[in-house]
């Protein structure tokens, strides 16, 4: 059977070229006898191939020398407790900018934590667009700033970092890293989960600034401590191996195809030419400001919502798939992270084309 286009927000579709490579390796990974899964995660094997994978980010990223990576389980749902518990004291005020669901459920699971307030958020325009710097209410001795660079449900997007000053700036990159080139040195910790845009999910990439490690609270639980978990490479206990091992051949695979200023260009055409088509009829639409738009995740509805169930089901019958959008949303979600070649977004916008001229 051959392979479909699938658009799902996470997890999402892999490189084809990595899916063989790790197939081709399965049972026998580098003629050792048997595959990655089977590795000790402390055999000099597995060791090689974390650092790898490591170095590999470091280079995509250009990630500076005093910034640590750590590759970690719990998603990026666990860093939204893990982030107050080592950035600041119960009594610290942490600032939130708030633009859609997932920046929400971190300022909601923060407040638990410290003084989490959110110094500005789009609600007035319905998550629709980014909130104007000139309105954030930034508190000066915060312990740090929170944002997420990409709404994946929403389909907002900053395209720009914003301002923190002095204060740290923390991301939840998990829909966005990797999808073009960022300046590592802005930020003082980015997260991610691995399953949207850099490999199967189970593992969680942390990108942290020297500094900000050793600062954790008394009743951290180590697991979520980065500090010895840096000191132990990321290995407390048993890490995530083979899902460690397939985000090195994701890594791998955006090096060899121009890394990520190749990619951002790529991104970039794909979005335009798919909001292109939104924009360019009456039948599509999408609800947010032309330049907080996703690169990543476009969400569009359909003039008539009594065609949403047709839509989907003669899309996946072209082999255009998981075009659902979110059960809070509604509509239509067209999810094109990295490895969502641009034939699959013409594939797309050719059919969008096709089933208006039928039922538009
Ligand atoms: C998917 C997603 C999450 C949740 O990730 P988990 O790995 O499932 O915890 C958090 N933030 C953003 C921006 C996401 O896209």
């Known amino acids: 059977m051959a392979r479909v286009h699938n658009f799902s927000a996470g997890p999402a579709v892999l490189p084809l070229e990595v899916l063989e490579t790790a197939r081709d390796e399965l049972t026998d990974w580098n003629g050792c006898g048997m595959s990655v899964m089977e590795l000790s995660h402390r055999s000099k094997e597995f060791i090689g191939i974390a650092e790898r994978a490591e170095s590999a980010l470091r280079q995509l990223l250009e990630i500076p020398d005093n910034y640590r990576v750590l590759f970690l389980q719990g998603g990026a749902t666990t860093q939204f407790g893990a982030v107050p518990f080592n950035l600041c004291g119960p009594d610290d005020v942490a600032d939130y900018l708030v633009t859609g669901s997932w920046s929400k459920k971190a300022v909601a699971e923060a407040k638990r934590f410290c003084r989490a307030r959110v110094a500005a958020d789009s609600q007035e325009s319905n998550f629709t667009e980014v909130p104007d710097p000139s309105e954030w209410a930034l508190d000066p001795d915060a312990a740090y700033v929170h944002y997420t660079p990409n709404e994946t449900i929403g ?179 067209a999810s094109i992270y990295n490895a969502m070649p641009i034939t699959g977004v013409q594939a797309l916008v050719d059919f969008m084309a096709d089933f208006e001229a039928r039922h538009g």
Not at 248 to 270: C, H, P, R, Y
């Open 155 to 333: 389909g907002v997007e900053y395209h720009s970092v914003p301002d923190a000053g002095s204060v740290p700036l923390v991301a939840d990159m998990s829909s966005t890293i990797l999808s073009r080139p960022i300046e590592v040195s802005r930020f003082g910790l980015i997260y991610a989960g691995a399953q949207k845009n850099i490999g199967p999910a189970g593992l969680t990439i942390v990108i942290v600034r020297d500094d900000l490690l050793g600062t954790a609270r008394d009743a951290t639980p180590r697991m979520m401590d980065y500090a010895p978990m840096a000191e132990a490479g990321s290995m407390l206990n048993t890490p995530p191996t083979f899902a460690w091992y397939m985000a090195g051949l994701v890594f791998d695979w955006l090096l060899d195809n121009g890394g990520l200023v190749a990619m951002g260009e790529t991104n970039l055409a794909k979005s335009q030419l798919l909001y292109g088509a939104i924009d360019g009829s009456d039948f599509y639409s999408n609800p947010v400001r032309p330049d907080c738009r996703s690169w990543m995740n476009v969400p569009f509805t359909l003039a008539d919502p009594e065609l949403d169930g047709i839509f989907l089901e003669q899309a996946a019958v072209e082999g255009l798939t998981n075009l659902k959008g979110h059960r809070s949303a509604g509509g239509m979600r």
